[in-house]
């Protein structure tokens, strides 16, 4: 299995892998919506920033964006929407 290192991935390239899933189609929608593209953009540098300083793999695209919906759960509250925050 391929390991995932978020710091090598783009704002750009890492919209087409939350759309792998219909659910990661919807979560993105309305965080575009509800917080507004540029604070999905911070959120995604902020992510790498972590992930880098901590050296983080993971296994896969799918693993990588789980983890990444899970911490902005914090502050989009997907849950309050019915939304679950993993693929």
């Not at 979560?27 to 983080?56: C, H, N, P, Q």
Request: aromatic content about 12%.
């Amino acid at each position: 299995m391929t390991l995932t290192k978020p710091a090598g991935i783009c704002f750009e390239d890492m919209i087409p892998i939350m759309r792998l899933t219909d659910n990661g189609k919807i979560l993105e929608s309305f965080v575009r919506v509800e917080m507004g593209e540029s604070w999905l953009r911070t959120a995604w540098e902020a992510f790498k920033d972590i992930a880098d300083y901590f050296d983080e793999e993971y296994l896969g695209d799918k693993a990588m964006l789980n983890q990444f919906l899970l911490m902005i759960e914090d502050d989009v509250h997907f849950s309050d929407c019915c939304l679950k925050p993993y693929l």
